[in-house]
């Protein structure tokens, strides 16, 4: 199973863009790279996933390298209503069927 | 469109006591899960079912029992709380294995 590493937290400014790396270089070939965020206690949101095509949707965007190895979210625009942790996941298959498991994350905090 | 609902949002137990946290969802999902979550940590699965009439175990299943009383609903039980117990909980449920999974907005349990 394909683990994830990402930094406990990050900071940035109102307007800015707002990249979170994820490193995952054990995954495997037909694993896909989820990305939620949970804002302060409240249920966990999906963001978006990937393959290995970078994606886009109306939340946020998502990069992943060549190789696999690493990804990026990206929120565009920041606004103070983005603080929340963030989870990058890569999906893991238990007894044939698939989970998502979840790690720390990055507790991304936007300011003024 | 409710989404994931959970009942109840609140609990506070004693040490023993048995009780049923419920979820039920709207939206024709096959698969449905159960989380909890300590504070500082990521989520953890306790139980999910696939589809209805099947369930298995996942990262932290003991101390719990579930039932997947149809495709709508989805019950975790605790028959004697302990204060390790103590924690939030998520239920979650999903269409397919590529498929985002949508989140209920938790069960504060506290079990004294």
């Known amino acids: 199973d394909a683990k994830t590493t990402q930094p406990p937290s990050m900071d940035c400014a109102e307007g800015r863009a707002a990249n979170l790396p994820c490193n995952h270089s054990t995954i495997s070939g037909n694993e896909y790279v989820y990305w939620y965020r949970q804002i302060h206690s409240q249920g966990p949101q999906y963001i978006i996933h990937?393959?290995?095509n970078n994606e886009t949707n109306e939340m946020a965007s998502l990069i992943i390298t060549e190789d696999r190895k690493s990804s990026t979210l990206i929120l565009p625009h920041a606004t103070l209503r983005d603080t929340a942790v963030y989870y990058c996941?890569?999906?893991?298959?238990?007894?044939?069927?698939?989970?998502?498991?979840f790690g720390k994350g990055t507790m991304l905090l936007v300011s003024p | 469109n409710a989404g994931v609902t959970q009942t109840p949002k609140f609990q506070v137990l004693k040490t023993g006591q048995s009780m049923t946290l419920q979820c039920a969802q709207d939206m024709n999902h096959n698969s449905m899960y159960w989380y909890r979550q300590d504070p500082g940590m990521g989520l953890r699965l306790i139980y999910y079912?696939?589809?209805?009439?099947?369930?298995d175990k996942g990262e932290v299943p003991n101390g719990y029992n579930v039932s997947r009383l149809n495709k709508r609903e989805f019950s975790l039980r605790l028959e004697s709380a302990a204060p390790s117990q103590t924690s939030v909980y998520f239920c979650?449920?999903?269409?397919?294995?590529?498929?985002?999974?949508?989140f209920g907005q938790g069960t504060r349990l506290t079990v004294v």
């Open positions: 990937g393959l290995k």
């Open positions: 979650a449920s999903r269409d397919g294995a590529l498929t985002e999974a949508f």
């Open positions: 996941i890569v999906r893991v298959h238990v007894g044939g069927y698939s989970t998502l498991t």
């Open positions: 079912s696939a589809s209805e009439g099947t369930t």
